[in-house]
T-cell receptor, first 113, second 113 residues
Framework: DADVTQTPRNRITKTGKRIMLECSQTKGHDRMYWYRQDPGLGLRLIYYSFDVKDINKGEISDGYSVSRQAQAKFSLSLESAIPNQTALYFC????????????FGPGTRLTVL | QKEVEQNSGPLSVPEGAIASLNCTYSDRVSQSFFWYRQYSGKSPELIMSIYSNGDKEDGRFTAQLNKASQYVSLLIRDSQPSDSATYLCAVNDRGSTLGRLYFGRGTQLTVWP
């Protein structure tokens, strides 16, 4: 089984709808991250969490919110989806050690019509 | 904001050749350096990490780090068509955003038979 899972893997929604993307991990890592990827723009950090009680904004948090329900679960919500939030979304985890190595989930392809 | 710059590419090499991918970074306190490979529509996969100046070899891959020049590179020897992907350089932050990784926009590599 995959160490980092994301659901759904693909989602098509309409403008104005609320949508939640979920991430679960079995790696036992404390740190979790949400990124979005757009063609030509690379990976951009939306939110990150270093433990259940620690949530931090990344570079592009506007229009997004997160919830860290447990060490293993980190959800990303779009309160009112808009077309420019169409992108590939990745969850990642890391261990709070020296190296900061991150491991990625398979991604969610989101389309907002 | 930490800067991570990669040669924009695309880079095209024939099968069997050496592919050279380059990355520079702005933050002198970075201590961990990573190369991720990403196939189209898939998630980034860690292929190399390096923490000390010099070369680190793993199979056909060699990572090279020069902290004085703030430069990290990836060499792929005996390139194969299956190496065709986008390669992302990432560096960690040991300063104000401790534990985060900063990613370059990636270099697209095509290996033609």
């Amino acid at each position: 089984d995959a160490d980092v899972t994301q659901t759904p893997r693909n989602r098509i929604t309409k403008t104005g709808k609320r949508i939640m993307l979920e991430c679960s991990q079995t790696k036992g890592h404390d740190r979790m991250y949400w990124y979005r990827q757009d063609p030509g723009l690379g990976l951009r950090l939306i939110y990150y969490s270093f433990d259940v009680k620690d949530i931090n904004k990344g570079e592009i948090s506007d229009g997004y919110s997160v919830s860290r329900q447990a060490q293993a679960k980190f959800s990303l919500s779009l309160e009112s989806a808009i077309p420019n939030q169409t992108a590939l979304y990745f969850c990642a985890t890391s261990d709070p050690g020296y190296t900061d190595t991150q491991y990625f989930g398979p991604g969610t392809r989101l389309t907002v019509l | 904001q930490k800067e991570v710059e990669q040669n924009s590419g695309p880079l095209s090499v024939p099968e069997g050749a050496i592919a050279s991918l380059n990355c520079t970074y702005s933050d002198r306190v970075s201590q961990s350096f990573f190369w991720y490979r990403q196939y189209s529509g898939k998630s980034p996969e860690l292929i190399m990490s390096i923490y000390s100046n010099g070369d680190k070899e793993d199979g056909r891959f060699t990572a090279q780090l020069n902290k004085a020049s703030q430069y990290v590179s990836l060499l792929i020897r005996d390139s194969q068509p299956s190496d065709s992907a986008t390669y992302l350089c990432a560096v960690n932050d040991r300063g104000s955003t401790l534990g985060r990784l900063y990613f370059g926009r990636g270099t697209q590599l095509t290996v033609w038979p």
